[in-house]
């Protein structure tokens, strides 16, 4: 069986139509290659063959893009010289579709040939759009719901088929820049106006044929006699600016760390001097350079594979379905608010309840400034807004709850209070209904102990903004059982987020490795580093916002809490003293961070950011001598990733794959890197145990290699090898 079909009409048009067995989605791999290759050569042979239109078998998609699990082992089955066996392979593909772009023209005159056109029923994504940009015509139907672009970006490499020449071309550098180095995906509609589908009609097969059938010129411009690029070349005025203007934006959104996006533009820039053949050959190259970099296929393995295995329920134990029909929501916050928001979203039926109606009511009017956002920019109507606030039922009524099969408690991080809203609840609800606290620090085997049934109490530890963050972080107490985790882990997969699930400790997984990088950033201020040096050091690296500003969106006071029950805790094994003497400080001072206008940055007054406090010099002088760039990003970088191998040994991460998702979109661990054992594979346990000797040395004990990490250092061991479905540290 093939997922290519070829069938010749009365007419002379065939069709080809792309129908991936087993999957609901075309997704390209390399039989399919060679499959479209050999009905391509058929149909070009026909004499009968007027000719061709491509299209698909799915209802409302054409493709997908590459299977992804085949770029992820495209290295690994390369042979002997990967590089060169990975480069011949993408060669391979821009001959297919190179074939399909001259389709029997006369090399020298650009005679002849047969008019090849895409249609494309709906979505068009990746490899997906390769093959239609090398059609003579696109045809897309008018499917708003249908998203076309190129978003390999996302995952770490670019689109190496062809896609990156051939937009560059038909576009021009500036236009084709946001569909290739930000991933933007366009309806059929956004598509035509950008210029990369050609025509939205009803019937794209019906429009393709009657436009193959009319004899149009097929010549793509770029094989035309003074083809000229759209923007201008390189080396033309206009050109020159774009292209210095692209490397700019590359490098600061970038800041140099993602190998991809500075591939691409090589690729582009030096594509674009010279015919369009060579141009090929000259993105195959980085395309190649990018699959040999460990950076791409970490961030393929952990942003898609892993992810996606994750969504899938990778860990979710043997029970029945445990699809939600009625979540309770206790407390109606901003993180209350946003939970019921998410649940409504998806079609549940959510219970929001608050000790004072006008709080219930706030809470759901989240969710209609929400769907009042989504009405301005045409991605929501008026009754899509009507249905939604209609499954929320706000009320003070604890009666209301009868019918929930899960709740989840949102109010303030007491012990005492969680304890009381827990009986409350269970006074009404039934005994197979699942209790679920949104907690970020305090231990669930300790709140469960105000359950009715502790096997049905679980922690689910969103992340705020919960409408934007996508991880979710699942905790099972001592007692918790199966059925809870599978209903948290259902739960999560209808509201279209990714879950992690952990075991029962102090900070959970996610808030365990933040809060060192947040404490190793202000301890470096009180040493006298330059607090620009720390920041800055941070971002070079691939973090998304330095510890300092970290702590300032997550507020001051919060850390001074977490800090004084931390050491409450631990008593004279608390570590962080240090630390507490700048954060007591801060807030002594009454600079709680961005909620307070005033923290370790400065701000105006409607709290946008402008700078880094001047003041904070006067209390911490920074000194003269100051370290090197590298070093203040291994003591943020090993802050994280140590108490990320300690999860793993302690046995609160199970998973090495839930290390590494939840790292990467909880909060934002150098997506680069592909999570923290990804890192650690990157650079070598070896190297990793031996860096950590000389961190020790010079900073402490915090940075001592765990003796899983020193294990492996003696035996050359690599996380992804020893971890390979996920084992616990043994």
Known sequence: MTDFTLKTDADGVAVITWDTIGKSMNVMNQQGFTDLDALIDQALADDAVKGIIITSGKDGSFAGGMDLNIIARMKDSAGDDPARGLFDGVMAMHGVLRKIERAGMDPKTNKGGKPIAAALPGTALGIGLEIPLACHRIFATDNPKAKIGLPEIMVGIFPGAGGTTRLVRKLGAMAASPLLLEGKLNDPQGAKRAGVVDEVVADPVAAAKEWILSNPSIVKPWDEKGYKMPGGAPYHPAGFM??????????????????????????????????????????????????????????????????????????RPDAPDQKVKQVGVIGAGMMGAGIALVSALAGIKVVLIDAKQEAADKGKSYTAAYMDKGIARKKATEDKKAAVLGLINATTDYAALKDCDLIVEAVFEDVGVKAEVTKKVQAVTGPDCIFATNTSTLPITELAKASNDPANFIGIHFFSPVDKMMLVEIIKGEATGDVAVAKALDFVRQIRKTPIVVNDARFFYANRCIIPYINEGIRMVREGVEPALIENAAKLVGMPLGPLQLVDETSIDLGVKIA?????????????????????????????????????????????????????????????????????????????????VRALEDGVLTDIREGDVGAILGWGFAPWSGGPFSWLDIIGAPYAAERCDQLTAEFGDRFSAPDLLRDMADKGQEFYKRFATGAKAA
């Open 564 to 644: 004084k029950a931390t050491r409450a805790a631990m008593g004279d094994a608390y570590p962080d003293g240090a630390v507490d003497e700048v954060l007591f400080w801060m807030a002594d001072q009454n600079r709680l961070g961005r909620k307070s206008n005033a923290g370790f940055y400065a701000y105006d007054d409607k709290g946008k950011r402008l700078g880094l406090w001047d003041n904070l010099a006067a209390q911490y002088p920074v000194a003269d001598d100051q370290p090197d760039l590298v070093t203040v990003q291994h003591r943020l970088l090993f802050a994280q990733v140590l108490e990320a």
């Open 242 to 315: 774009t292209f210095v203007g692209a490397s700019a934006m590359v490098n600061g959104k970038t800041m140099g760390v993602y190998p991809a996006a500075k591939a691409l533009l090589s690729a582009v820039y030096e594509g674009a001097l010279v015919p369009f053949d060579t141009a090929l050959k000259i993105e195959a190259r980085w395309f190649t350079n990018i699959l040999m970099n460990p950076s791409s296929s970490a961030m393929i393995r952990s942003l898609f594979i892993n992810k996606e295995a994750l969504e899938k329920g990778a860990n």
